[in-house]
């Protein structure tokens, strides 16, 4: 916070060069702001901007933790900067978005652009208006199931169009500024009576604006032997009017556009004003022809194809192509082909027209856009998520049986099963007047893929202690400045790595692989529980921590495509195992491992709050009662059989997941039915025969959040901790503000790298050091240790297992890739080859903790501390 007590704020990334809305999250220390307190928004030039605010968490004093902010700003008046600070006057929001709510729809009026959304029915959008035209008629949720059928030994295929069905519309927020409607629903095929495919489709409005976003969700439901998904798109009808020379579509290719009409104007033969009136076409101007000067050039258009259909198709990631075709029952003919797509469509008439973004489109293919019946009087313009040409959805298991011992899977059990898993996707539509210009269509593609945000300074998200325990960079000393250049190689090479790799598809975006194998020189993609990475030993908490110190925007982004995969896809919505997800795997739902772990509301607040997503905040209130999960799946099942215990939980990472949901709930809603939960874990823990070391196996009664004594070490230790659990338990310190919690964890942090004799005298026995794995993982633990107990010992051991540890897990530094020879792989790549992302994620949340509580420890060379933290000559 400035002198003035006002908060910097800076773009995320360029200033918004077209009109914008923006939405983002500021922290506040505890106690700093009062619920109520009046904000202003001012430019660099003390011009006020009016601000839509909302507080998104509280802290236990009943002050506010984080709030919410929403903004309009118009065409070239963003500002290179913003201040937020509290009110001197009774500035109020302008109030020109207004929402009215009816039995049959729900109508927005931006001040720019009017839309009406359907509360019931196939329908999702029963119209779209701009300057009193409209420019969408209706919208609707559409895709085709192929079913597979076995007859007489052959195969049959019988497919079936689908359709939204809308089951619930409610407004989240209802201005002045930003207006969110939600509707929900499932897929239904007119000739059945199944309704499946559960959605959700957010509207995001801002007052003034012509734009709306839209977040689309939904849920796999089906039965992946049989139900294959051969399309999923949302589809927007578009009113046509005038000649077809005055039609445009647009398709943004790799840098440019594919501009044409359905009727264009180049003919084999080539009046004298053709070649000008047809590049005024191209370039989407509005062409008068007379009938008595363009008398040839009418006779040959009205000889001349009319192309109604046209479409591009993202097959791959690296491959595109554009085709087009005069009506159905006509074959499709290649107009050009490409890499990258800029995943844009506009089609649009005299009347004006529509434009489609979708984001990530390229990175999360298969996709396509297509503009369909331009020559009729309604076209129809589709942005499929799963487009119709791609071969089917097949959600199948890679396998019929498990392999547990060769290739590192979790269970005996094969729980494969995609039902319950999500995907969202993001797509921007703008209503245009007239066909807009190519300097436009780029401003719209920067903006879909790169929404308009604002950030704090990294000094402001450190001081608040908002989320959590984490250092600022410092490269005071020469180790320092080392540690400091290997977090950002390892981001870089993970950066990297996702492009080399192609870490792209609709399922797979957004996360990262597991294990490498340097003898293919590819990552362990076919391995079992080597493959994708699913939460695994939180790279989530990692990309936010290197975010938050840096403000850098590439790890924004990179954080964010995982933050947004990893809560849809690697985590049960509905189903038997809602609440849960799936421990890494070949397939990101393969593991029969079902853990509350995977989901935590920790992994992705950090995500929430600095943006406000509504998606997220559903995923965080999905997992608040994640715990009564364990009844119907319990997570110890292959280790403690029934017993007189409802069910068992470990410490670490169960219940330290189950505090991580509650905190959540307790700090968005003030619930202190969630904070007593937690409370009652910490008293059970108080009781245990050594407190936190005891377990971390115990009988669990998720009713109440009690946990039951089962014994000493009957499960690995290192996983109490590894999975965000030292996080979480950091983060259950700073709030409840308990001296016996934080004895508790320095307790731990002290105990458990002690030699086993040393662990054996101090419990007279009762441990006998077994199953303390993995020492760089304890690193947190002890600088918490090291810090409240003034032991510089613990302090010095710390970085020791930091920068010696053996058996993989420590970084080398500095940080080298090497070049793979040239016939060794398919395409010419550099790898490193120890590299393991438990190691990268763990080790580089560990060095940030560590520099922060005890920094000052950092030995002065890299050579001048043992394995255990004795000095060395």
């Known amino acids: 916070m400035n002198e003035n007590g006002s908060i910097a704020l800076s773009w995320l990334e360029e200033r918004p060069a077209l009109p914008a809305g923006v939405t983002w ?34 802290w236990p004093d009943g002050s506010v933790k984080w709030t919410a902010h929403a903004a309009s700003l118009a065409a070239g008046s963003a500002q290179p900067g913003y201040t937020l600070q509290r009110c001197t006057g009774t500035e109020a929001a302008s109030a020109s978005l ?44 559409v895709g085709m199931r192929e079913e597979q059928h076995a007859t007489s030994g052959r195969r049959m295929l019988l497919q079936e169009t689908l359709h939204s069905v809308v089951e ?41 604006q012509a734009s709306v976003r839209v977040v689309h969700t939904f849920l796999y439901d089906g039965n992946p032997h049989q139900d294959f998904l051969r399309g999923l798109g949302i589809r927007f009808h578009v009113p046509m009017s005038g000649p077809l020379y005055n039609r445009h579509v647009r398709l943004a290719g790799d840098t440019g556009w594919f501009s044409e009409s359905p009727k264009g104007l180049m003919t084999f033969r080539l009046p004298d004003r053709q070649r000008e009136l047809y590049e005024l076409q191209t370039a989407g101007s509005y062409i008068a022809l007379d009938r008595e000067e363009d008398t040839e050039l009418l006779a040959l258009l009205n000889d001349s194809p009319e192309w109604g259909d046209f479409k591009l198709s993202q097959n791959a990631s690296d491959s595109y192509t554009i085709q087009k075709r005069t009506k159905e029952g006509c074959s499709w003919i290649s107009a050009v082909s490409g890499r990258r797509s800029g995943g844009l469509l506009y089609a649009g008439s005299e009347g004006g027209g529509l434009a489609i973004g979708v984001r990530r489109f390229w990175e999360k293919f298969p996709s396509s856009l297509e503009a369909s019946g331009l020559t009729g009087d309604e076209a129809a313009l589709t942005a499929w998520f799963w487009p119709p040409d791609a071969p089917a959805m097949d959600l199948r298991h890679y396998d019929t049986e498990t392999h547990v011992h060769s290739c590192y899977e979790g269970a005996d059990e094969l729980r494969s099963t995609p039902y319950g898993v999500g995907n969202t996707n993001e797509l921007t539509i703008w209503c245009c007047e007239h ?155 393969g593991c029969g491992c079902k853990e509350a772990r995977i989901g935590m509301a920790g992994l992705h607040t950090f995500y929430y709050y600095l943006t406000a997503d509504e998606r997220i905040g559903d995923m965080m209130d999905e ?179 930091l920068l010696h540890s053996p058996y993989n897990w420590s970084v080398n530094m500095p940080l080298e890739s090497q070049e793979v020879p040239r016939q060794a792989f398919v395409r010419s790549i550099r790898e490193i080859p120890w590299i393991s992302t438990n190691t990268v994620s763990q080790w580089s949340i560990n060095v940030i903790v560590c520099l922060e509580w005890i920094g000052e420890y950092v030995p002065e060379a890299l050579d001048s501390i043992g394995e255990r933290g004795e000095a060395t000559s």
């Open 435 to 589: 066909s807009p210009k190519h300097d436009l269509l780029d401003a719209m593609v920067r903006e879909k893929e790169s929404p308009p945000l604002l950030v704090c300074e990294p000094s402001r998200y450190y001081e608040t202690r908002a989320l959590g325990h984490w250092s600022l960079p410092d490269r005071s000393t020469p180790v320092k400045d080392q540690l400091e250049d290997t977090l950002d190689h390892l981001i870089g090479f993970y950066q990297e790595e996702i492009e080399q790799r192609r870490w792209y598809g609709f399922w797979d975006y957004g996360d990262v692989m597991h294990s490498y194998d340097p003898v293919r020189h590819t990552w362990r993609y076919d391995v079992g529980g080597c493959a994708w990475q699913n939460t695994e030993l939180a790279p989530n908490i990692w990309l936010w921590y290197m975010f938050l110190r840096s403000g850098r925007a590439d790890i924004f982004r990179l954080a964010e495509a995982m933050t947004r995969h990893t809560s849809e896809v690697d985590v049960y919505h509905i189903g038997e195992y809602a609440g849960l997800g799936s421990r890494h795997n070949v397939l990101h739902w």
């Open 25 to 58: 999250g500021v922290p506040w220390k505890r106690g700093e702001l009062e619920r109520g307190t009046p904000l202003t928004l001012r430019g660099i030039h003390e011009s006020s901007v009016p601000l839509q605010t909302w507080p998104t968490a509280y």
């Open 623 to 801: 997992a608040k009662d994640a715990d009564y999960a364990t009844l119907r799946l319990d997570p110890m099942r292959a280790y403690f059989g029934k017993d007189e215990f409802p069910t068992h939980t470990r410490s670490g990472p169960d219940w330290a997941a189950f505090c991580s949901n509650w905190l959540a709930q307790w700090e968005r809603y003030e619930d202190t039915s969630y904070r007593d939960k937690m409370l009652r874990g910490v008293e059970c823990l108080k009781g245990m025969p050594f407190r936190l070391l005891s377990g971390p196996v115990f009988g669990y009664e998720p009713k109440t959040g009690e946990l039951l004594y089962m014994g000493e070490e009957n499960y690995g230790h290192h996983l109490m901790i590894c999975m965000g659990g030292a996080q979480v338990w950091a983060e259950m310190a700073h709030l409840l503000q308990d001296p016996e919690w934080e004895t508790m964890l320095a307790e731990y942090g002290e105990f458990y790298n002690l030699p086993k004799e040393e662990k054996i005298r101090r419990t007279s026995g009762a441990l006998q050091g077994k199953d303390w794995n993995i020492p760089m993982l304890s690193t947190a633990m002890m600088a918490f240790a090291s810090m409240r107990l003034a032991n510089v010992e613990l302090a010095q051991q710390a970085w020791a297992y």
């Open 98 to 141: 207004t929402v009215l709510e009816r039995d049959e729809y729900i109508e927005v009026d931006t001040g720019a652009v009017v839309c009406r959304l359907s509360r019931s029915g196939s329908s999702v959008i029963q119209a779209l208006q701009i300057g009193g035209k409209t420019v969408c008629s209706s919208g609707e949720l």
């Open 168 to 208: 619930r519309a409610s407004v989240e927020q209802d201005g002045p500024i930003r207006a969110v409607v939600k509707l929900e629903g499932r897929h239904q095929a007119s000739n059945s009576e199944r309704k499946w495919l559960p959605f959700t489709l957010r509207f995001i409005f801002y007052t003034q």
